[in-house]
């Protein structure tokens, strides 16, 4: 006997988004500080982001990891007792086009976090031994990484977009970093640690114009004009064979796909972003239900829109068993055609709008989200205010809308598609369904 069919709950309404009070300076060095008031806990949260072309990749991702091994006046370990006083801490990341450091500290700690700050970004030292520590500890992670399906197929994928931009290549080879030593480091830091152009995000319980004055007085002394290094043209998404990457022995096959897709500021970026949620973007999505709820071929398909400085795209992932990798392609091209070709329902519209609305709520609810979200836009040029913006777009959107942005982005000829699997197996099933060029799989 089959379960009785359950109806869901009808959707409640949409809440009001509630945008905090900020404050903004430009400081005589160059450096941008936003400041947001969210009082919810004695906390602040702090992002500062560079802008970091990675022409230098081995260079640039040490520096990342080295950046807090210590300055002219205190160690590693000093550095890390300080922030622990104030009930906070630091930590440096790098991504295609950022050189980020995102930190939290008690509201009552921002003077010395900020002077901490200011310590590291104009006296770091990169002391050889600790340098020799985190050089090895980065070419054993890239190692891992270059052993998992998941790093190798987007590795391909990202190759045959961007060629030989420097969006091309995620990782560094390991013997470059091997090569890297400190003095390499302290000119890479002279060179692109520079307050022109860089944007600090302070989110939490204080006062903004006071945060400023902070601010301003613990980073006047950072000098350095703006780099002028800019990303490069990033190249057309062309379309062409499928690119299976082999790799021998697979039990499952990694599907990546990439579509075109529109910057933030793009009228048609709404509707996109509707249109791929009712796509792959969530949990309740049709390709979700087709190849994970009704056919298993996958447990976690996902597509998201990816934004660079360069340009954006739409990113679809699968991990799928060897024997389903053509017929799982072939589902996700006809969901990506059925969408693209037939309106959605009213329903389904309005479901994928409460969800992305939603998220907007959450994505804010926190001090460390809206500090992100905040230093996000901030790297395009926009303030928060784009935000209540982006909701309006949202709650407007009609089925006409996203039904246009799905013919003019995602039609399935218009996607570059990578599989990484057991060519031997699944070669001959996936020439059925699409021209197929194979090479073996590369770290």
């Given amino acids: 006997m089959s379960a009785p069919t359950r109806t869901l709950p009808p959707l409640g309404p949409t809440r009001r988004l509630k945008l905090p009070g900020q404050a903004e300076r430009t400081l005589d060095n160059g450096l941008t500080v936003i400041v947001v008031r969210r009082p919810a806990v004695p906390l602040v ?22 950046l807090l091994s210590g300055t002219e006046t205190m160690s590693s370990v000093q550095i890390a007792a300080e922030l622990q006083r104030i009930g906070g801490g630091l930590s440096a990341g790098l991504d295609p086009d950022r050189l980020m450091l995102s930190g939290t500290a008690l509201a009552t700690g921002l003077d010395r976090m900020l002077e901490i700050l200011a310590d590291v970004v104009t006296g770091a030292s990169y002391p050889a031994e600790w340098v020799g520590v985190e050089r090895d500890r980065l070419v054993d992670g890239i190692q891992v990484a270059r052993s998992q399906p998941a790093h190798l197929a987007r590795t391909a994928l990202l190759r045959r977009i961007f060629g030989r931009h420097p969006y091309s290549t995620q990782t560094p080879d390991p013997e470059q970093v091997r090569a890297v030593r400190p003095a ?18 302070l989110v939490g319980d204080v006062r903004p114009e006071q945060a400023l004055d902070t601010a301003e007085k613990a980073l006047a002394g950072w000098q350095g004009g703006e ?7 990033v190249p057309p998404l062309e379309p062409g064979p499928l690119l299976l990457v082999d790799r021998p022995g697979s039990v499952q096959s990694s599907m990546r796909m990439a579509l075109p897709a529109v910057p933030r500021t793009h009228p048609d970026h709404a509707a996109l ?10 949990f309740s999505s049709r390709w979700v239900e087709n190849i994970r709820e009704d056919k298993g071929y996958t447990y976690g398909p996902h597509s998201m829109v990816e934004h660079s400085v360069g340009g954006s795209l739409l990113l679809a992932a699968a991990e799928v068993a060897t024997e389903v990798t ?10 990506l055609g059925r969408l693209a070709t037939v309106p959605p329902k009213q329903e389904e519209l309005d479901q994928a709008r409460q969800y992305a609305l939603g998220t907007l709520q959450l994505g804010i609810a926190t001090q460390a ?39 003019r ?29 194979t090479t073996p799989a590369t770290p």
């Fill in 184 to 201: 390499a480091l302290r000119t890479l830091h002279a060179l692109r640690v520079r307050p022109a152009g860089a944007v600090l995000v």
């Fill in 369 to 407: 989200g809206l500090a992100s979200f905040v230093s996000a836009y901030a790297g395009s040029g926009l303030r928060l205010d784009f935000l209540a913006e982006h909701a309006a777009r949202l709650a407007k959107a009609s089925v006409d809308d996203v039904t246009e942005a799905a013919a």
């Fill in 326 to 335: 053509a017929p799982a392609l072939l589902e996700t091209t006809y969901e």
């Fill in 227 to 233: 780099h002028a290094a800019e990303v490069p043209p």
């Fill in 409 to 437: 982005y995602l039609a399935p000829s218009r996607a570059v598609t990578v599989v990484l699997g057991d060519a031997e197996r699944i070669e001959p099933s996936l020439s059925t369904l699409t021209p197929v060029q």
């Fill in 273 to 282: 972003q509707l249109a791929n949620l009712i796509f792959g973007g969530y």
């Fill in 45 to 66: 949260e702090l992002r500062l982001w560079m802008p970091f072309v990675r022409a230098h990749l081995a260079r640039g991702h040490l520096l990342a990891q080295t």
